[in-house]
Protein backbone atom coordinates (compact mmCIF):
# COMPACT_ATOMS: atom_id res chain seq x y z
CA UNK A 1 0.00 0.00 0.00
CA UNK A 2 1.37 3.67 -1.11
CA UNK A 3 1.14 6.60 0.73
CA UNK A 4 1.41 10.00 -0.68
CA UNK A 5 4.63 11.70 0.50
CA UNK A 6 3.26 15.15 0.82
CA UNK A 7 0.29 14.65 3.13
CA UNK A 8 0.81 10.85 3.96
CA UNK A 9 -2.72 9.91 2.78
CA UNK A 10 -2.95 6.32 1.36
CA UNK A 11 -3.24 5.88 -2.32
CA UNK A 12 -6.37 3.68 -3.43
CA UNK A 13 -5.10 0.66 -5.28
CA UNK A 14 -7.50 1.72 -7.82
CA UNK A 15 -6.13 4.48 -8.45
CA UNK A 16 -2.25 3.05 -8.95
CA UNK A 17 -4.39 0.51 -10.95
CA UNK A 18 -5.44 3.32 -13.37
CA UNK A 19 -1.91 5.24 -13.54
CA UNK A 20 -0.30 2.18 -14.15
CA UNK A 21 2.61 0.63 -12.08
CA UNK A 22 3.18 2.23 -8.54
CA UNK A 23 6.44 3.18 -9.89
CA UNK A 24 5.00 6.31 -12.24
CA UNK A 25 3.37 7.68 -9.36
CA UNK A 26 4.68 11.18 -8.14
CA UNK A 27 2.69 12.27 -5.43
CA UNK A 28 4.94 15.42 -4.57
CA UNK A 29 2.60 18.56 -4.92
CA UNK A 30 3.91 19.23 -7.97
CA UNK A 31 1.33 20.80 -11.13
CA UNK A 32 2.02 17.67 -13.46
CA UNK A 33 1.86 14.04 -13.79
CA UNK A 34 3.87 11.24 -14.60
CA UNK A 35 2.86 8.18 -16.24
CA UNK A 36 4.37 4.90 -17.21
CA UNK A 37 7.49 4.98 -19.40
CA UNK A 38 6.46 2.59 -21.83
CA UNK A 39 3.24 4.40 -22.47
CA UNK A 40 5.23 7.28 -22.89
CA UNK A 41 7.87 6.21 -25.14
CA UNK A 42 5.41 4.91 -27.68
CA UNK A 43 6.49 7.31 -30.48
CA UNK A 44 9.86 9.70 -30.42
CA UNK A 45 9.23 13.15 -30.17
CA UNK A 46 8.70 14.85 -33.58
CA UNK A 47 9.86 18.14 -34.57
CA UNK A 48 7.10 21.00 -35.67
CA UNK A 49 7.55 20.48 -38.98
CA UNK A 50 7.09 16.64 -38.75
CA UNK A 51 4.24 16.98 -36.68
CA UNK A 52 2.15 19.54 -39.69
CA UNK A 53 3.35 16.90 -41.95
CA UNK A 54 2.06 13.91 -40.16
CA UNK A 55 -0.54 11.85 -41.39
CA UNK A 56 -1.80 10.31 -38.12
CA UNK A 57 -4.81 8.43 -38.02
CA UNK A 58 -7.73 10.78 -36.07
CA UNK A 59 -8.04 9.25 -32.60
CA UNK A 60 -10.89 7.47 -31.59
CA UNK A 61 -12.70 7.21 -27.51
CA UNK A 62 -11.01 3.82 -26.80
CA UNK A 63 -7.59 4.93 -28.36
CA UNK A 64 -5.86 4.78 -25.07
CA UNK A 65 -2.44 5.04 -26.68
CA UNK A 66 -0.23 8.40 -25.92
CA UNK A 67 -0.40 9.04 -29.59
CA UNK A 68 1.07 12.46 -30.68
CA UNK A 69 -1.95 14.52 -30.20
CA UNK A 70 -0.57 17.53 -32.48
CA UNK A 71 -0.32 15.00 -35.36
CA UNK A 72 -3.69 14.31 -34.63
CA UNK A 73 -4.68 18.38 -34.66
CA UNK A 74 -2.63 19.01 -37.77
CA UNK A 75 -4.59 16.19 -39.41
CA UNK A 76 -7.94 17.62 -38.15
CA UNK A 77 -7.26 21.11 -38.59
CA UNK A 78 -6.24 19.98 -42.78
CA UNK A 79 -9.10 18.66 -42.67
CA UNK A 80 -10.99 21.35 -41.87
CA UNK A 81 -9.29 23.79 -44.05
CA UNK A 82 -11.41 23.60 -47.01
CA UNK A 83 -14.49 23.86 -44.92
CA UNK A 84 -13.63 27.02 -43.05
CA UNK A 85 -15.60 30.19 -43.58
CA UNK A 86 -13.96 33.43 -42.63
CA UNK A 87 -16.19 35.11 -40.67
CA UNK A 88 -19.31 37.26 -41.76
CA UNK A 89 -17.90 40.82 -41.74
CA UNK A 90 -19.18 44.00 -43.99
CA UNK A 91 -16.25 45.32 -42.92
CA UNK A 92 -13.70 43.23 -43.54
CA UNK A 93 -9.91 44.32 -44.73
CA UNK A 94 -11.67 47.06 -46.98
CA UNK A 95 -12.49 48.91 -43.77
CA UNK A 96 -9.51 51.23 -44.17
CA UNK A 97 -10.04 51.57 -48.00
CA UNK A 98 -13.84 52.67 -47.14
CA UNK A 99 -12.54 54.53 -44.04
CA UNK A 100 -10.23 57.00 -45.76
CA UNK A 101 -12.41 57.62 -48.64
CA UNK A 102 -14.92 58.71 -46.36
CA UNK A 103 -12.65 61.11 -44.74
CA UNK A 104 -11.64 61.70 -48.37
CA UNK A 105 -15.42 62.66 -49.52
CA UNK A 106 -16.47 64.74 -46.41
CA UNK A 107 -13.19 66.94 -46.68
CA UNK A 108 -14.01 67.15 -50.42
CA UNK A 109 -17.62 68.32 -49.66
CA UNK A 110 -16.83 70.46 -46.94
CA UNK A 111 -14.60 72.25 -49.47
CA UNK A 112 -16.96 72.43 -51.68
CA UNK A 113 -19.58 73.60 -50.04
CA UNK A 114 -17.45 76.79 -48.60
CA UNK A 115 -16.79 77.30 -52.45
CA UNK A 116 -20.51 77.05 -54.01
CA UNK A 117 -21.89 78.63 -50.81
CA UNK A 118 -24.12 76.08 -49.94
CA UNK A 119 -23.78 75.53 -46.26
CA UNK A 120 -25.84 73.02 -45.28
CA UNK A 121 -23.93 70.54 -47.76
CA UNK A 122 -20.86 70.92 -45.23
CA UNK A 123 -23.36 68.72 -42.65
CA UNK A 124 -23.38 65.71 -44.88
CA UNK A 125 -19.52 66.46 -45.40
CA UNK A 126 -18.88 65.84 -41.61
CA UNK A 127 -21.14 63.35 -41.51
CA UNK A 128 -18.89 61.64 -43.99
CA UNK A 129 -15.65 62.79 -42.39
CA UNK A 130 -16.77 61.42 -38.74
CA UNK A 131 -17.81 57.55 -40.31
CA UNK A 132 -14.73 57.96 -41.94
CA UNK A 133 -13.11 58.63 -39.25
CA UNK A 134 -14.57 55.78 -36.65
CA UNK A 135 -13.80 53.15 -39.63
CA UNK A 136 -10.00 54.13 -39.80
CA UNK A 137 -10.07 54.04 -35.90
CA UNK A 138 -11.79 50.26 -35.46
CA UNK A 139 -9.73 49.10 -38.45
CA UNK A 140 -6.36 50.26 -36.16
CA UNK A 141 -7.32 48.13 -33.50
CA UNK A 142 -6.32 44.49 -33.37
CA UNK A 143 -8.78 41.61 -34.38
CA UNK A 144 -8.15 37.61 -34.89
CA UNK A 145 -10.03 35.85 -36.43
CA UNK A 146 -11.77 31.85 -35.11
CA UNK A 147 -9.31 30.06 -36.41
CA UNK A 148 -6.53 31.87 -34.85
CA UNK A 149 -8.24 30.97 -31.41
CA UNK A 150 -9.35 27.54 -32.46
CA UNK A 151 -5.39 27.02 -33.52
CA UNK A 152 -4.64 28.48 -29.97
CA UNK A 153 -6.87 26.50 -27.83
CA UNK A 154 -7.10 22.85 -29.41
CA UNK A 155 -3.05 21.91 -28.11
CA UNK A 156 -4.23 22.46 -24.41
CA UNK A 157 -7.06 20.71 -25.17
CA UNK A 158 -5.41 18.00 -26.43
CA UNK A 159 -3.55 17.60 -23.27
CA UNK A 160 -6.34 17.55 -21.39
CA UNK A 161 -8.14 14.98 -23.87
CA UNK A 162 -4.81 12.45 -23.27
CA UNK A 163 -5.13 12.84 -19.29
CA UNK A 164 -8.47 11.87 -19.25
CA UNK A 165 -7.83 9.19 -21.64
CA UNK A 166 -4.79 8.32 -20.03
CA UNK A 167 -6.88 7.95 -16.56
CA UNK A 168 -10.16 6.81 -17.91
CA UNK A 169 -12.50 8.17 -15.33
CA UNK A 170 -15.69 7.17 -15.98
CA UNK A 171 -17.60 9.31 -13.94
CA UNK A 172 -19.34 12.38 -14.71
CA UNK A 173 -17.91 15.92 -13.88
CA UNK A 174 -18.90 17.67 -11.18
CA UNK A 175 -18.63 21.60 -11.64
CA UNK A 176 -17.22 23.23 -7.77
CA UNK A 177 -19.49 25.86 -6.47
CA UNK A 178 -17.86 29.43 -6.16
CA UNK A 179 -17.94 30.61 -2.67
CA UNK A 180 -15.85 34.33 -2.97
CA UNK A 181 -16.48 36.58 -6.17
CA UNK A 182 -12.79 35.91 -7.18
CA UNK A 183 -13.03 32.36 -6.99
CA UNK A 184 -12.37 30.32 -10.14
CA UNK A 185 -14.94 27.79 -11.37
CA UNK A 186 -13.40 24.30 -11.06
CA UNK A 187 -14.49 21.34 -11.97
CA UNK A 188 -14.13 17.58 -10.36
CA UNK A 189 -13.74 14.51 -12.25
CA UNK A 190 -13.93 11.60 -9.23
CA UNK A 191 -11.43 8.99 -10.57
CA UNK A 192 -13.91 6.29 -8.13
CA UNK A 193 -17.12 5.33 -8.96
CA UNK A 194 -18.92 7.65 -7.18
CA UNK A 195 -23.08 6.65 -6.99
CA UNK A 196 -23.94 9.50 -4.36
CA UNK A 197 -21.75 12.19 -4.08
CA UNK A 198 -22.10 14.15 -0.66
CA UNK A 199 -24.32 17.37 -1.26
CA UNK A 200 -20.88 19.58 -0.98
CA UNK A 201 -17.34 18.06 -1.79
CA UNK A 202 -15.39 21.42 -0.33
CA UNK A 203 -12.81 21.08 -2.26
CA UNK A 204 -11.77 24.93 -2.25
CA UNK A 205 -8.63 24.47 -0.23
CA UNK A 206 -7.39 22.22 -2.65
CA UNK A 207 -4.56 23.35 -5.07
CA UNK A 208 -3.52 20.08 -7.08
CA UNK A 209 -4.42 18.62 -10.28
CA UNK A 210 -4.85 15.26 -8.62
CA UNK A 211 -6.55 15.04 -5.37
CA UNK A 212 -6.26 11.89 -3.44
CA UNK A 213 -8.50 11.39 -0.26
CA UNK A 214 -7.98 7.64 1.25
CA UNK A 215 -10.31 8.47 3.90
CA UNK A 216 -13.37 9.80 1.06
CA UNK A 217 -13.53 8.01 -2.01
CA UNK A 218 -15.64 10.77 -3.11
CA UNK A 219 -12.62 13.19 -2.61
CA UNK A 220 -10.15 11.08 -4.99
CA UNK A 221 -10.12 12.81 -8.43
CA UNK A 222 -8.77 15.09 -10.81
CA UNK A 223 -9.51 18.96 -10.10
CA UNK A 224 -9.15 20.92 -13.49
CA UNK A 225 -9.72 24.40 -13.89
CA UNK A 226 -13.00 25.08 -15.72
CA UNK A 227 -12.78 24.87 -19.40
CA UNK A 228 -14.95 28.23 -19.37
CA UNK A 229 -13.69 29.80 -16.76
CA UNK A 230 -11.12 32.47 -18.68
CA UNK A 231 -14.04 33.42 -20.57
CA UNK A 232 -16.63 33.51 -17.79
CA UNK A 233 -14.22 36.24 -16.79
CA UNK A 234 -13.72 37.99 -19.93
CA UNK A 235 -17.88 38.28 -20.03
CA UNK A 236 -18.06 39.06 -16.80
CA UNK A 237 -15.47 42.29 -17.14
CA UNK A 238 -17.54 43.16 -20.24
CA UNK A 239 -20.62 43.28 -18.91
CA UNK A 240 -19.51 44.73 -16.12
CA UNK A 241 -21.15 42.33 -13.73
CA UNK A 242 -20.53 39.08 -10.97
CA UNK A 243 -22.44 36.09 -11.85
CA UNK A 244 -22.36 35.62 -7.86
CA UNK A 245 -24.60 38.60 -7.65
CA UNK A 246 -26.83 37.42 -9.93
CA UNK A 247 -30.46 35.93 -8.75
CA UNK A 248 -31.82 32.51 -10.68
CA UNK A 249 -34.26 34.23 -12.61
CA UNK A 250 -31.83 36.89 -13.83
CA UNK A 251 -28.55 34.91 -14.87
CA UNK A 252 -30.17 33.44 -17.70
CA UNK A 253 -30.91 36.75 -19.54
CA UNK A 254 -27.06 37.85 -18.55
CA UNK A 255 -25.41 34.37 -19.98
CA UNK A 256 -27.62 35.13 -23.17
CA UNK A 257 -26.42 38.66 -23.65
CA UNK A 258 -22.92 37.75 -22.60
CA UNK A 259 -22.47 35.21 -24.73
CA UNK A 260 -24.36 36.21 -28.06
CA UNK A 261 -23.63 39.79 -27.91
CA UNK A 262 -20.60 40.73 -25.10
CA UNK A 263 -18.18 37.62 -26.41
CA UNK A 264 -19.86 36.68 -29.74
CA UNK A 265 -18.90 33.10 -29.56
CA UNK A 266 -23.17 32.07 -29.62
CA UNK A 267 -25.66 32.76 -31.75
CA UNK A 268 -28.15 31.84 -29.44
CA UNK A 269 -28.31 30.44 -25.84
CA UNK A 270 -31.77 28.55 -24.29
CA UNK A 271 -30.91 28.10 -20.79
CA UNK A 272 -34.57 26.54 -18.42
CA UNK A 273 -34.76 25.09 -15.22
CA UNK A 274 -35.67 21.38 -15.25
CA UNK A 275 -36.85 19.63 -12.11
CA UNK A 276 -33.48 18.69 -10.68
CA UNK A 277 -31.08 20.70 -12.71
CA UNK A 278 -30.68 23.25 -15.49
CA UNK A 279 -30.43 22.35 -19.00
CA UNK A 280 -28.57 25.06 -22.12
CA UNK A 281 -29.06 24.83 -25.82
CA UNK A 282 -26.45 27.11 -27.37
CA UNK A 283 -26.51 27.50 -31.16
CA UNK A 284 -23.45 27.98 -32.41
CA UNK A 285 -22.00 31.41 -33.78
CA UNK A 286 -18.18 32.45 -35.69
CA UNK A 287 -16.66 29.66 -33.56
CA UNK A 288 -18.69 26.39 -35.52
CA UNK A 289 -15.70 25.35 -36.40
CA UNK A 290 -13.74 25.12 -33.14
CA UNK A 291 -16.31 23.69 -31.51
CA UNK A 292 -16.43 20.88 -34.36
CA UNK A 293 -13.04 20.23 -34.26
CA UNK A 294 -12.83 20.13 -29.87
CA UNK A 295 -16.08 17.53 -30.53
CA UNK A 296 -13.96 15.33 -33.40
CA UNK A 297 -10.29 15.73 -31.25
CA UNK A 298 -10.98 15.90 -27.97
CA UNK A 299 -14.14 13.74 -27.13
CA UNK A 300 -13.74 13.18 -23.57
CA UNK A 301 -12.85 17.24 -22.84
CA UNK A 302 -16.48 17.73 -24.70
CA UNK A 303 -18.24 15.50 -23.44
CA UNK A 304 -17.17 14.80 -19.95
CA UNK A 305 -16.24 18.48 -18.43
CA UNK A 306 -18.04 20.56 -21.53
CA UNK A 307 -15.98 22.29 -24.59
CA UNK A 308 -14.91 26.15 -23.64
CA UNK A 309 -18.46 27.44 -24.92
CA UNK A 310 -20.58 25.14 -22.93
CA UNK A 311 -18.32 25.31 -19.95
CA UNK A 312 -18.72 29.08 -19.50
CA UNK A 313 -22.76 28.39 -19.21
CA UNK A 314 -22.14 26.42 -17.13
CA UNK A 315 -19.63 28.44 -15.31
CA UNK A 316 -22.06 31.16 -15.02
CA UNK A 317 -24.61 28.69 -13.34
CA UNK A 318 -22.86 27.77 -10.76
CA UNK A 319 -21.84 31.28 -9.94
CA UNK A 320 -24.85 32.05 -9.87
CA UNK A 321 -26.69 29.19 -8.37
CA UNK A 322 -24.06 28.66 -5.95
CA UNK A 323 -24.60 24.90 -5.92
CA UNK A 324 -22.29 21.80 -7.19
CA UNK A 325 -23.54 20.95 -10.48
CA UNK A 326 -23.11 17.65 -12.02
CA UNK A 327 -22.50 17.61 -15.72
CA UNK A 328 -25.05 15.08 -16.91
CA UNK A 329 -24.05 15.29 -20.78
CA UNK A 330 -22.85 17.63 -23.60
CA UNK A 331 -23.23 17.28 -26.83
CA UNK A 332 -22.81 18.89 -29.91
CA UNK A 333 -24.66 18.26 -32.87
CA UNK A 334 -24.91 19.98 -36.16
CA UNK A 335 -24.03 23.41 -34.77
CA UNK A 336 -25.92 22.99 -31.29
CA UNK A 337 -24.28 22.03 -27.83
CA UNK A 338 -26.58 20.98 -25.46
CA UNK A 339 -26.09 20.74 -22.04
CA UNK A 340 -27.57 19.32 -18.91
CA UNK A 341 -26.74 19.55 -15.36
CA UNK A 342 -27.89 17.97 -12.30
CA UNK A 343 -27.93 19.59 -8.86
CA UNK A 344 -25.58 17.47 -6.72
CA UNK A 345 -26.81 15.62 -3.95
CA UNK A 346 -29.28 13.55 -6.17
CA UNK A 347 -30.23 9.95 -5.52
CA UNK A 348 -29.47 9.32 -9.47
CA UNK A 349 -26.35 7.09 -10.42
CA UNK A 350 -23.19 9.08 -11.21
CA UNK A 351 -21.81 6.96 -13.20
CA UNK A 352 -22.38 6.68 -16.71
CA UNK B 1 -23.60 41.32 -37.79
CA UNK B 2 -21.08 41.95 -35.82
CA UNK B 3 -21.68 44.19 -32.33
CA UNK B 4 -19.40 46.83 -33.69
CA UNK B 5 -20.57 46.37 -36.90
CA UNK B 6 -24.32 46.94 -36.07
CA UNK B 7 -22.51 50.01 -34.12
CA UNK B 8 -20.84 51.56 -36.70
CA UNK B 9 -24.01 50.97 -39.40
CA UNK B 10 -26.84 52.46 -36.92
CA UNK B 11 -24.20 55.75 -36.04
CA UNK B 12 -23.85 56.38 -39.95
CA UNK B 13 -27.46 56.01 -40.45
CA UNK B 14 -28.38 58.27 -37.62
CA UNK B 15 -26.35 60.90 -38.80
CA UNK B 16 -27.36 60.66 -42.58
CA UNK B 17 -30.59 60.51 -41.52
CA UNK B 18 -30.38 63.38 -38.72
CA UNK B 19 -27.46 65.48 -41.28
CA UNK B 20 -31.02 65.48 -44.08
CA UNK B 21 -33.30 66.90 -41.80
CA UNK B 22 -31.43 69.11 -41.10
CA UNK B 23 -30.37 69.86 -44.02
CA UNK B 24 -34.38 70.24 -45.26
CA UNK B 25 -35.56 72.56 -42.19
CA UNK B 26 -32.70 74.71 -43.62
CA UNK B 27 -29.90 74.57 -40.72
CA UNK B 28 -26.63 76.46 -41.86
CA UNK B 29 -24.49 76.40 -38.61
CA UNK B 30 -22.21 73.67 -39.19
CA UNK B 31 -21.83 73.42 -35.38
CA UNK B 32 -25.68 72.56 -34.57
CA UNK B 33 -24.62 69.58 -37.25
CA UNK B 34 -21.73 68.91 -35.22
CA UNK B 35 -23.55 68.90 -31.84
CA UNK B 36 -26.47 66.80 -33.16
CA UNK B 37 -23.71 64.11 -34.27
CA UNK B 38 -21.77 63.66 -31.00
CA UNK B 39 -25.07 63.42 -29.07
CA UNK B 40 -26.13 60.37 -31.30
CA UNK B 41 -22.28 59.45 -31.47
CA UNK B 42 -22.42 59.21 -27.12
CA UNK B 43 -26.23 57.52 -27.11
CA UNK B 44 -25.26 54.93 -29.52
CA UNK B 45 -21.78 54.31 -27.50
CA UNK B 46 -23.54 54.07 -24.42
CA UNK B 47 -26.38 51.80 -26.03
CA UNK B 48 -23.50 48.91 -27.44
CA UNK B 49 -21.21 49.46 -24.30
CA UNK B 50 -23.68 48.18 -21.85
CA UNK B 51 -22.77 44.79 -23.64
CA UNK B 52 -19.32 45.38 -24.07
CA UNK B 53 -17.12 47.58 -21.89
CA UNK B 54 -14.14 47.38 -23.20
CA UNK B 55 -15.29 49.14 -26.74
CA UNK B 56 -16.16 52.10 -24.35
CA UNK B 57 -12.74 52.31 -23.32
CA UNK B 58 -11.11 51.35 -26.69
CA UNK B 59 -13.17 54.17 -28.05
CA UNK B 60 -11.74 56.82 -25.78
CA UNK B 61 -9.91 58.96 -27.44
CA UNK B 62 -12.46 59.55 -30.21
CA UNK B 63 -14.34 60.92 -27.89
CA UNK B 64 -12.15 63.03 -26.60
CA UNK B 65 -11.48 64.00 -30.38
CA UNK B 66 -15.43 64.44 -30.73
CA UNK B 67 -15.09 66.12 -27.71
CA UNK B 68 -11.85 68.99 -28.28
CA UNK B 69 -14.04 69.61 -31.55
CA UNK B 70 -16.77 70.63 -30.07
CA UNK B 71 -14.80 72.83 -27.30
CA UNK B 72 -13.32 74.20 -30.01
CA UNK B 73 -17.28 75.28 -32.16
CA UNK B 74 -17.90 76.45 -28.53
CA UNK B 75 -14.46 78.66 -27.97
CA UNK B 76 -15.38 79.86 -31.75
CA UNK B 77 -19.02 80.68 -30.55
CA UNK B 78 -18.16 82.37 -27.79
CA UNK B 79 -15.13 84.69 -29.14
CA UNK B 80 -17.68 85.99 -31.88
CA UNK B 81 -20.43 86.63 -29.28
CA UNK B 82 -17.61 89.09 -27.79
CA UNK B 83 -16.50 90.36 -30.79
Given at each position: MLHCDQCGKQIPDSLIKKLG??????????PHLTTTAERVAVTPPRRSSDVASSSAPVAGL??????SQAGTIARGQEMHRASVDP????????QRVLGVSLVAFGVLIAVASAVVGAASLSGLGLASFLIGLLLVYLHSRPSFGPELVEASLLSSLANVERILRELGPRTKAIYLKTIDRLDVPMVFLPLEDNPAPP??????GEDRLLVIDSGDSHRTGLLLEAPGASLLALMEKELD???????NDDFLNAIKSGMV??????ADVKGAFTQDGVSFRIRDGPLRNMARSIARLAPNVASRLGCPICSVAICAAVKAIKRDLILEGATHQAGVHSVTLRFSGGSTDETS | MRLVERYVLSYALAIVVSGLLLMIIGIREIEIYYAVYLIEFLVALELVASFRRSLGRDLRPIIIVFLLGFAYTIAQRILQILS
Open positions: HPESVELRGEGDTTAKPPSILGGRSGLNLSLNFIDLGESLEVA | -
